[in-house]
């Protein structure tokens, strides 16, 4: 059984760009969720999707924004890049059920310079 | 909404010491209550979970939570420490936002098991 798997490890952009990050659930699993875990801080939910749709979001901007592909695949797109974006990005993997446990991945830590 | 209190940001042990992390939340509806462990440069792991019977739960690696309904507490604990569990540990409560199961994490307490 494969677990949750992130690309890339790091990532440094400059304030203004646009970054992309990727996130293959574990197998069997359907729902993925994003997080952003600030330093010394801890996770905050972004968004989930299931079957391809966003089916619900945190107090987050619409310059995040996430796609999941039929293999149920995510991805995480963050556009206008600003300082306050530089952060772990956890993606979990899950069931859509309210008692299943989201597996994480080990994260994408990006810098926003 | 679901909120989760962390009650020390820091916990310094000697090791084979015990240890207790503790935890307050507050939820409206019914509540799941998960322990996670961070080790540095890494994502989380499940350490253990309550989602309804018995109040005490247990991990493979000698931690246990008890949930308790009236102090709205979930409290991890290990007689014995290593230096191995040297972590960061995050409790969290299962909440619902629009059609999501999203997790809702406390600040997380940093665990230094000194030898």
């Known amino acids: 059984e494969t677990g949750v798997t992130q690309s890339p490890t790091h990532l440094i952009k400059t304030r203004g760009q646009q970054v992309t990050l990727r996130c293959s659930s574990q197998?069997?699993?359907?729902?993925v969720s994003w997080y952003q875990q600030a330093l010394g801080q801890g996770p905050q939910f972004i968004f989930q999707?299931?079957?391809?749709?966003?089916?619900g979001r945190g107090n987050f901007p619409p310059r995040f924004s996430g796609l999941q592909f039929p293999n149920y695949s995510s991805e995480l797109n963050v556009n206008a890049l600003e300082l306050d974006d530089s952060a772990l990005y956890l993606c979990?993997?899950?069931?859509?059920?309210?008692?299943?446990?989201?597996?994480f991945g080990p994260g994408t830590r990006l810098t926003v310079l | 909404a679901q909120s989760v209190t962390q009650l020390d940001s820091q916990v310094p042990v000697f090791e084979e010491a015990p240890v207790e992390l503790r935890c307050n939340y507050s939820?409206?509806?019914?509540?799941?209550l998960f322990w996670y462990v961070q080790y540095p440069n890494q994502g989380l792991q499940l350490l253990l979970k309550?989602?309804?019977?018995?109040?005490l739960v247990e991990s493979i690696n000698g931690f246990e939570a008890e949930f308790n309904k009236s102090q709205t507490s979930f409290h991890l604990r290990k007689p014995s420490v290593h230096i191995s569990d040297t972590a960061e540990y995050f409790c969290?409560?299962?909440?619902?936002?629009?059609?999501?199961?999203?997790?809702?994490f406390g600040q997380g307490t940093r665990l230094t098991i000194n030898p």
């Open positions: 979990a993997s899950s069931l859509r059920t309210p008692t299943d446990t989201q597996y």
């Open positions: 197998s069997g699993h359907n729902t």
């Open positions: 999707y299931y079957r391809e749709e966003e089916n």
């Open positions: 939820s409206s509806v019914s509540v799941y």
């Open positions: 309550y989602l309804s019977g018995s109040t």
């Open positions: 969290a409560v299962s909440g619902r936002i629009q059609g999501a199961q999203k997790l809702v």
